[in-house]
């Protein structure tokens, strides 16, 4: 075990066992697992996905930081990489897939496309970025982005997860989390939160 | 035959409802409606155009009509006919091509999907890329989005004054949606999609004892790792038998059409790059052809050489994208693919080099490029292309084609035939490997293709392997053009004039097509005399491939399935647009 990588600062190990022991957090080192093993849900939208598969593969390899198991099942995943334009016709199978994901879960919005909609965010058949229908925890810029800015982009969400606390986690607390609803395709795509609003129109234009 | 020769007689053949384009820049036919079919039957039996390329639609709506536009060739070469239909933009109906060209099938749906063409007997005439129960038709002139801002870009708000408010903010809901007047969303009853399982024939088989057995009915996507994206098939089986299969697509349409129609001609470059985003260079070229095609410009010398060598070096790394993904795709999961990539590094390596960008390149301009190759890289495609990529092709070959798994899943699976590869409208390697000797680098030769030696690359069993080994071939006849143009490069200019932004393009009409590394990539584009394309058609190889996609799956099993697709190679931006 890597000394930095899991040792808790502050405690004085006597010099005849520093190899052998360690002295660290339950956070320290519940977050040394997860982060270490970061697997993604083998998921590409579109441009973006092919430097995602880039990044996979032989020269930029993110193999080196644990997440080199794509998983094609949501059920076995931790990561939803979002790489690419979100359409409409795709969005109830994003969410669906989002539910899919067992707790602790985490969504990266690779590229434009996917933070907020990029080049093409003013077609009739474009969501502007996947933060419209799932959290987001980090957005990488770029179109697409380069294999180096998506290895950034995981380094930080390696980074948030060494911030969190087992204490305060959400999947730890009471109660069931709740599933996000999933919107329906209709004459356009109607997210339910917005049914009232759309109700509301209606009857004022009647 | 010359052209006019081929005027009289097609005059003589239909002395009523053919008459000539004679609007300003427009060229080819007038069909009215109810020729169509004989006059299409005709066209593939007597004067030999049996290959229907493009089918698409223009909107009118100041003559209040609708028009639909065919673009035809011979598969033994030669420049394309175009003809055309008009009808009524109230109630545009028009006669189905399917029964004459089965290659018209998705395209025909496009065109009702996007534009509200009705074509009457069409068996299965929904919608493609939206959805049924969407709102509208998306490509007419009259039909606005829900980020709508103004006809055409630059728009006043960004020019000169950048006075730009977020398009959400102005939109009631927050979000890119409306809906028509009086919606409600309690009462509405998705429409669902009985139509779709309503076109996968339902069977029901008894067996001796009289026992019977209902059909199965599967989807596969559109997330789902061998499907290259999100690519969706619903299929019906009998055991693991396919019976039917539908391809169902339209999960990344990004509505190419509409935005490119808004754009400057230059701004829709940058769009033609995220098409078939595997291939960026070999779209920039087709649209570049379509639109210097309707400037009248030349191209100089070393410019065109320039896009040669990088379209052909597109043309190697896409096929060595495809074949381990191809691979991957029948189960040798990533190791293939991890040699054609690394491989594929390489040539990104260059494209960053010469355009700035790994895979949005960018980088050709009506008329020239957009910068010359700097110092060094001219080098590095040479050791590219004398030494590393010919080497490791046929390191490629070696391990992979005498494979015994390989061959035992590929031999003689997927089959299709040459009539059917020409019937269904396929192109590229998927027409080759049915043995039809037809590249448009040598059937209708463009930029300066007619230089070079290379053979067109043709197999001819017709079967998932030939369309594997077809892409190793024409990986090395790349390589003979690239080694040829590296040589023959002269110094130069690589711009006509001035580099020019916004520019008045002269009313009219052009259909640019390249062989793309998918098959025939096509640029229709309709230009009212403003700096703005009034009707930009993709005509997408991917997208057009996968109409012989279901009959080629049919009575194979259904891990097959995957390996045809694989074979045929899409790429969804392409198949979706
Ligand atoms: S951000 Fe750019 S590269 Fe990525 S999916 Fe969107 S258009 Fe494609």
Redesign the pocket.
């Given at each position: 075990m890597e000394k930095e990588g899991i040792n808790s600062p502050g405690y004085e190990i006597p010099e005849e066992i520093e190899g052998v022991v360690s002295i660290t957090s339950i956070d320290r080192i519940y977050n040394w697992g997860r982060r270490s093993s970061v697997w993604p849900l083998m998921f590409g939208?579109?441009?973006?996905?092919i430097?995602m598969i880039a990044t996979a593969a032989g020269r930029y390899d993110f193999s080196r930081f644990g997440m080199e198991v794509m998983r094609p099942s949501p059920r076995q995943a931790d990561l939803m990489l979002v790489?690419?334009?979100v359409t409409k016709k795709m969005a109830p199978t994003i969410v669906r897939l989002y539910n899919q994901m067992p707790e602790p879960k985490y969504v990266v919005a690779?590229?434009?496309?996917?933070?907020g909609g990029?080049?093409?965010k003013e077609g009739y058949n474009v969501v502007s970025g996947v933060d419209k229908l799932i959290p987001v925890d980090v957005y990488i810029p770029?179109?697409?982005?380069t294999p180096q800015a998506l290895i950034n982009g995981l380094i930080k969400l390696q980074e948030k997860i060494d911030g969190q606390s087992i204490k305060t986690v959400r999947w730890y607390q009471k109660g069931d989390t709740a599933a996000i609803p999933v919107p329906m395709l209709g004459p356009d795509l109607i997210y339910q939160s917005s049914i009232p609003a759309i109700k509301e129109a209606a009857q004022e234009e009647a | 035959m010359t052209e006019s020769d081929f005027a009289t007689r097609l005059n003589d053949r239909f002395p009523e409802g053919v008459t000539a384009d004679e609007r300003e820049g427009y060229q080819g036919y007038i069909i009215a409606a109810d020729k169509l079919i004989e006059f299409a039957t005709a066209l593939r039996d007597e004067f030999e155009f049996d290959y229907l390329s493009s089918v698409t639609g223009v909107d009118y709506p100041d003559e209040g009509k609708l028009e639909a536009v065919y673009h035809a060739y011979k598969t033994i070469g030669g420049a394309e006919l175009v003809f055309k239909v008009q009808t009524d933009r109230e109630n545009p109906e028009i006669p189905s091509l399917i029964d004459i060209y089965p290659g018209a099938d998705f395209q025909e749906r496009e065109a009702w999907d996007l534009l509200g063409i009705k074509f009457t007997g069409h068996p299965d005439l929904r919608r493609i890329l939206l959805w049924e129960g969407f709102e509208g038709h998306p490509l007419r002139k009259d039909w606005q989005e829900a980020y709508y801002e103004a006809d055409k870009k630059p728009f006043k708000s960004r020019w000169p004054k950048a006075e730009y408010t977020r398009a959400e903010a102005k939109n009631p809901y927050g979000a890119n949606v409306k809906y028509p007047d009086k919606f409600d969303p309690e009462k509405w009853v998705p429409e669902g999609e009985d139509a779709l399982y309503g076109s996968l024939a339902k069977y029901e088989t008894t067996d001796k004892d009289g026992l019977k057995t209902d059909h199965l009915t599967v989807n596969l996507g559109p997330q789902h790792p061998s499907t290259h994206g999100v690519f969706r098939i619903a299929a019906t089986l009998d055991g693991e038998k396919i019976m039917n299969l539908n391809p169902v697509m339209g999960y990344l349409h990004?509505n190419h059409e509409k935005i490119g129609e808004r754009n400057t001609y230059l701004q829709n470059m940058p769009f033609t790059d995220?098409l078939d985003?595997l291939s960026s260079l070999s779209n920039n070229f087709g649209y570049a052809i379509a639109v210097e095609k309707l400037i009248g410009i030349e191209v100089p010398e070393r410019a065109e050489y320039i896009r040669v060598i990088m379209a052909e070096l597109t043309r190697v790394q896409n096929h060595l994208f495809a074949i381990g993904m191809f691979l991957n795709d029948i189960g040798a999961f990533f190791t293939p693919s991890l040699y054609a990539i690394e491989e594929r590094e390489l040539v990104l390596d260059v494209f960053e080099m010469v355009t700035g960008s790994r895979?949005?390149c960018n980088y050709l301009r009506f008329g020239g490029l957009a910068r010359d190759l700097p110092d060094g890289s001219l080098q590095k495609i040479r050791d590219l292309v004398f030494d590393r990529l010919p080497r490791k092709t046929d390191e490629m070959d070696r391990f992979l084609s005498e494979n015994e798994i390989l061959r035992s899943r590929t031999v003689g699976q997927g089959y299709l035939s040459t009539e059917d590869a020409i019937k269904y409208s396929a192109a590229g390697p998927v027409l080759r490997a049915s043995g039809v000797p037809y590249d448009i680098r040598r059937a209708d030769p463009y930029s300066i293709y007619d230089r070079f030696k290379f053979d067109v690359a043709v197999r001819y069993n017709g079967d998932i392997y030939d369309r594997y080994y077809i892409r190793l071939d024409e990986i090395r006849e790349s390589i003979k053009i690239l080694q040829q143009a590296v040589e023959q490069i002269p110094e130069g200019e690589i711009q006509t004039g001035k580099p020019r932004y916004q520019m008045k393009v002269p009313k009219g009409e052009s259909y640019g097509r390249v062989e793309g590394p998918k098959g025939e990539l096509g640029f229709y584009l309709v230009s009212d005399g403003t700096g703005n394309p009034y009707r930009y058609h993709v005509r997408a190889p991917s997208f057009i491939n996968l109409t012989a996609f279901g009959p080629m799956c049919k009575g194979l099993k259904v891990a097959d399935v995957v390996a045809v697709l694989g074979s045929i190679d899409i790429v969804l931006?392409e198949t979706d647009r």
């Open positions: 939208l579109a441009c973006c996905a430097e790489s690419g334009t690779m590229g434009a496309c996917a933070s990029g080049p093409f770029g179109c697409p982005p | 990004r995220r985003y895979m949005m931006g």
